[in-house]
C-alpha cells in the first residue's frame, strides 16, 4: 500500500508542477536559440552598390567638386578602378558580386538565355514550375552568397534590391529583394497607356499596353488589366473597370475604380494607388500602381504604371522574414517593389518624356532614400 501511496503521491506532484517544468524547458531551448543567433562581431560593413557607374564620369565629377562625399572616401580611403565581368551585363555583374564566382561557375550568362536542349529563350533570373497546384519560384544562380556565408558564420547581414535576389533567402537578418521581382501581371515591367488618340502598326509593338478610349459626354469606360487568368484552355486577362472623368476647363480628370475616387491635374503624378483582382474563386492578388495624367486637349493621354506588387501583401515574398516588407509599409508607407522599378519602357517609346521619367527616378530614390535611413537607425553590427 505505501509503494501505491508514493507512486500517487509523486504524480500528484508532477501534475501540480508540470507547467514550471514546461516554462523552465521553453526557457532554456529559447536561451539556446538566442545564444546560438548571437553575432559574433560587432563590427559594421556598407556596400553601397551602384549600377553602370562609370568611373570615368565619377573622377570628372569629383574633379568639379560635384561629388564632395566620394572625394571624402576616396583621399581618407583606398581607392581603385575594378574590372567588371564579361559580359558585362547587369545582372552577370551583380551574380559574381554576390558570389564570387565567374559566369561560368554561377551560371549567368545575360538577362535572356536559352535552353540548348530546344533553343527556347527563358529569363535568367528565376524559374517559375507548378508542384503540386502551387507556384514555385526559384533563382537559377548557382554557388553560395556573400550573405549565406556570413549567416552561417552567425554574421548578420541586410540586404536591400540587391539583383538576382528573388525569391528572397533565408538569412541571419532582412532582406528586400531586387531585380528579378515582376510586376503584378508577371514581367519586368508592362505599363498601361490610354489614349484618344488612333493607333497605328507601331503601336503592336510596344512592350506596354497601349489602349484607345473615347470620351462620351467627357466620360470614359475602360478597364485596368492585371494578371492572366487561365479560363476554358484559353487565357484571358483579369480586368477591373475603370471610369475616367473628363474636367478639361479644371485640367484634370476623375479616376474611380473599386470603390476608390482620385483626382488628377494634367502633367502631374498620382501617389500608389491600392488595386487587388480577382483570379479565383477565393483568391485575390493586391497590387500598387501610379497614374501620370499627360494631356487631357486635344487629345487624352494617360499613363498607367506596371502593377507593383503591394508590399504589405504580395502574392510571392518579396521579403524575408515575409512580413518584413509588410512591416517596412507601415513604417514608410507604400513603396516600389518591382526589382527595375524605372520605366525606362515608357521613356524609349515616348509615353513619357525625359522630365516625368525623372520624377518617377526621383520619387524611387526618396522611398529607398526612407527605408536605409530606417534600417540604419537598427543596424547594430554585420553587413
Not at 545564444?35 to 568611373?55: E, F, V
Not at 565629377?61 to 583621399?75: D, Q, V
Not at 544562380?141 to 552567425?154: A, F, P, Q, V, Y
Request: positive net charge.
Amino acid at each position: 500500500g505505501g509503494f501505491f501511496f508514493f507512486f500517487r503521491f509523486f504524480f500528484k506532484l508532477l501534475k501540480r508542477f508540470l507547467w514550471v517544468f514546461f516554462i523552465l524547458l521553453i526557457v532554456l531551448i529559447v536561451g539556446g536559440l538566442i545564444m546560438m543567433r548571437k553575432p559574433i562581431s560587432k563590427n559594421k560593413i556598407i556596400i553601397l552598390g551602384i549600377d553602370a557607374m562609370d568611373p570615368n564620369i565619377t573622377e570628372q565629377l569629383i574633379r568639379e567638386g560635384k561629388l564632395p562625399n566620394f572625394s571624402y572616401l576616396k583621399t581618407t580611403g583606398s581607392y581603385s578602378h575594378l574590372a567588371t565581368t564579361i559580359p558585362s551585363e547587369s545582372v552577370v555583374a551583380w551574380t559574381s558580386f554576390s558570389t564570387g564566382l565567374n559566369p561560368g561557375n554561377h551560371g549567368i550568362f545575360d538577362f535572356i538565355m536559352r535552353d540548348p536542349k530546344n533553343y527556347l529563350p527563358y529569363l535568367s533570373l528565376n524559374g517559375i514550375s507548378t508542384e503540386k497546384g502551387k507556384v514555385k519560384i526559384q533563382i537559377r544562380r548557382r554557388g553560395d552568397t556573400l550573405w549565406s556565408i556570413l549567416s552561417r558564420n552567425k554574421i548578420p547581414c541586410f540586404i536591400y534590391f540587391c539583383p538576382n535576389t528573388f525569391p528572397p533567402e533565408k538569412i541571419l537578418g532582412r532582406m528586400l529583394s531586387g531585380m528579378g521581382v515582376p510586376d503584378i501581371s508577371g514581367t519586368m515591367g508592362r505599363f498601361c497607356f490610354y489614349t484618344t488618340k488612333e493607333l497605328t502598326d507601331e503601336n503592336k509593338d510596344s512592350r506596354g499596353k497601349i489602349i484607345h478610349v473615347e470620351s462620351k459626354n467627357n466620360i470614359i469606360e475602360t478597364e485596368i488589366y492585371g494578371p492572366k487568368l487561365m479560363a476554358d484552355s484559353s487565357i484571358t486577362e483579369s480586368t477591373i473597370p475603370l471610369r475616367i472623368i473628363l474636367n478639361r476647363n479644371e485640367k484634370n480628370i476623375s479616376l474611380k475604380f473599386q470603390g476608390e475616387s482620385l483626382t488628377l491635374k494634367e502633367n502631374s503624378w498620382s501617389d500608389w494607388q491600392r488595386i487587388s483582382f480577382k483570379i479565383s474563386l477565393f483568391r485575390k492578388v493586391y497590387g500598387i500602381a501610379r497614374f501620370y495624367l499627360k494631356a487631357i486637349n486635344p487629345e487624352f493621354e494617360l499613363y498607367l504604371s506596371p502593377i507593383n506588387f503591394d508590399p504589405q501583401r504580395p502574392p510571392f515574398s518579396i521579403s524575408y522574414p515575409y512580413n518584413y516588407s509588410k512591416k517596412l509599409a507601415k513604417k514608410i508607407g507604400l513603396y516600389a517593389t518591382q526589382g527595375m522599378p524605372h520605366d525606362t519602357w515608357a521613356l524609349t517609346e515616348d509615353r513619357l518624356d525625359e522630365k516625368v521619367f525623372l520624377e518617377q527616378v526621383d520619387a524611387i530614390l526618396n522611398e529607398r532614400r526612407k527605408i536605409l535611413k530606417e534600417e540604419l537607425k537598427e543596424f547594430k553590427a554585420g553587413l
